[in-house]
T-cell receptor, first 112, second 116 residues
Framework: SQKIEQNSEALNIQEGKTATLTCNYT??????LQWYRQDPGRGPVFLLL?????KEKRKERLKVTFDTTLKQSLFHITASQPADSATYLC???????????FGTGTRLKVLA | DAMVIQNPRYQVTQFGKPVTLSCSQTLNHNVMYWYQQKSSQAPKLLFH???????NEADTPDNFQSRRPNTSFCFLDIRSPGLGDAAMYLCATSKGGGTGNQDTQYFGPGTRLTVL
């Protein structure tokens, strides 16, 4: 069956360090992968999108990689700040559809 | 500012008492989605509309219904809420088109449903 896996355990890192979050998927051939940020009690907010033919995307302190051979995406936050503390969700979709399947998210806590 | 609005933010209902959650958007997007999210779980797609075309997920219980009277509004009706339906309900929109950026989803703040 199709599965999207993100680290269920919270990730704690020191302020200023780079946070790396992982999204693995099985039995799925996504055309697009997105990362969202979700704060407690709020809806997810879009951060970055990467296409299957792209290896890497950057936006300010954020970087996403997409390895369709490993079936994995990595999400990096450089120079992390306490304000980056949130849950980060990855979401996949295939070409020709606008339905996304979400992972459970990884909770990130940046310690001052 | 263009946005997705959900009302109410918090809804308390009794077991078996019908409840309606509402969503409106000022983005003029073609697609509107309803998700259910329980604590520490992934948002689960219940159904979506592309314009007036309704698309139900195979595992969405019949207890959940939806209406989209116009482009701007979409409603989620829970006909007979059970204790297991207590969750955050998220409405989202996207332009539609299956071409990456057009499918970025814009979420509302959610409605937290409590079933007593």
């Amino acid at each position: 069956s199709q599965k999207i896996e993100q680290n269920s355990e919270a990730l704690n890192i020191q302020e200023g360090k780079t946070a790396t979050l992982t999204c693995n998927y099985t039995n799925y051939s996504p055309a697009y992968l997105q990362w969202y940020r979700q704060d407690p009690g709020r809806g997810p907010v879009f951060l970055l999108l990467i296409r299957e033919n792209e290896k890497e995307k950057r936006k300010e302190r954020l970087k996403v990689t997409f390895d369709t051979t490993l079936k994995q995406s990595l999400f990096h936050i450089t120079a992390s700040q306490p304000a980056d503390s949130a849950t980060y969700l990855c979401a996949l979709t295939t070409s020709g559809t606008y339905k996304y399947i979400f992972g459970t998210g990884t909770r990130l806590k940046v310690l001052a | 500012d263009a946005m997705v609005i959900q009302n109410p933010r918090y809804q308390v209902t009794q077991f078996g008492k019908p409840v309606t959650l509402s969503c409106s958007q000022t983005l003029n997007h073609n697609v509107m989605y309803w998700y259910q999210q329980k604590s520490s779980q992934a948002p689960k797609l219940l159904f979506h509309y592309y314009d007036k075309d309704f698309n139900n997920e195979a595992d969405t219980p019949d207890n959940f219904q939806s209406r989209r009277p116009n482009t701007s509004f979409c409603f989620l009706d829970i006909r007979s809420p059970g204790l297991g339906d207590a969750a955050m309900y998220l409405c989202a929109t996207s332009k539609g088109g299956g071409t990456g950026n057009q499918d970025t989803q814009y979420f509302g703040p959610g409605t937290r449903l409590t079933v007593l």
